[in-house]
């Protein structure tokens, strides 16, 4: 499968954006959806995940209640809002799945991932 994430850009602290994931494969619904996010100097470190349909969701700590991962299967794409935004969320904003049919657990590291998408920056000003 295929990824590309888009939709960032540059956002006041406190604000809000939301980050788009196109996938190419004609079976996305296999897919568990991870994002994950890269910022200079760091380590890619997790975000966020959704399984194939939707009903389960998973967040890192630092996005526990100001974002929100979902996914339309129809339209082939996976979405992140984020909320509430802090100059620290500012970087490269990956989205990723593991091989097709694999749990949820193995979009929740980078270890778990067979696919990424070329990233988007997200910038968040203070």
């Known amino acids: 499968v295929q990824l590309q994430a888009s939709g960032g850009g540059l956002v006041q602290a406190g604000g809000s954006l939301r980050v788009s994931c196109a996938a190419s494969a004609r079976t996305f619904e296999s897919y568990v959806v991870g994002w994950f996010r890269q910022a200079p100097g760091k380590e890619r470190e997790y975000v966020a995940s959704?399984?194939?349909?939707?009903?389960?969701?998973d967040y890192a700590d630092s996005a526990k209640g100001r974002f929100t991962v979902s996914r339309d299967n129809a339209k082939n794409m996976a979405y992140l809002q984020m909320n509430s935004l802090k100059p620290e969320d500012t970087a490269v904003y990956y989205c990723a799945a593991p091989l097709a049919d694999a749990p949820i657990i193995a979009a929740m590291t980078p270890a778990g991932i067979q696919y990424w998408g070329k990233g988007t920056q997200v910038t968040v000003s203070s």
């Open positions: 959704i399984s194939w349909s939707g009903g389960s969701t």
